[in-house]
């Protein structure tokens, strides 16, 4: 992320000043959301969420160019999203909603044993019975909009 957010506030700094981060979570923090709940954030998702618990601008420049009006969800409100993905379209699975642009979604679906890595799937809507994932992790997602830059 830091190698992104770099090459924003050097080459675009217009856009740099229009995105919103809300402050990082601490790891207590973080470990709250485990409450109740059956899953474990992976490393890397750990990591996001120490970084900023979300925030709105324009983060990813897209294939064709573009930098859209983006979301990226605080992590209380990702897991709400994927809860009501769950309970809509597929009880057993645990599902955590990262961002969003114009209707499309990027997700991860949250193990249940410890791993580094979160598959990264997109969508416009989400289909989890047929999906499969982007990006086999989201450092591979960023790595992919580093080359972009």
Not at 10 to 39: K, M, V
Request: one cysteine or more; hydrophobic letters at 35%.
């Amino acid at each position: 992320m830091n190698q992104i957010v770099g090459w924003i506030e050097d080459n675009n700094s217009e856009e740099w000043n229009r995105i919103r981060l809300d402050t990082g979570l601490s790891h207590a923090q973080i470990q709250h959301f485990y409450e109740g709940n059956s899953f474990i954030f992976p490393t890397e998702i750990v990591d996001l969420y120490q970084w900023h618990d979300g925030g709105n601008g324009s983060f990813f420049i897209d294939a064709h160019g573009i930098y859209g009006d983006q979301h990226f969800n605080s992590l209380g409100w990702g897991l709400s999203c994927g809860e009501d993905w769950s309970r809509d379209y597929c009880p057993d699975k645990k599902i955590l909603a990262l961002f969003a642009c114009e209707d499309v979604y990027w997700w991860t679906i949250l193990p249940d044993t410890s791993q580094e890595a979160a598959p990264i799937y997109v969508s416009d809507e989400p289909d989890f019975d047929t999906c499969s994932p982007n990006y086999p992790s989201l450092t591979a997602m960023l790595e992919e909009m580093i080359q972009r830059l």
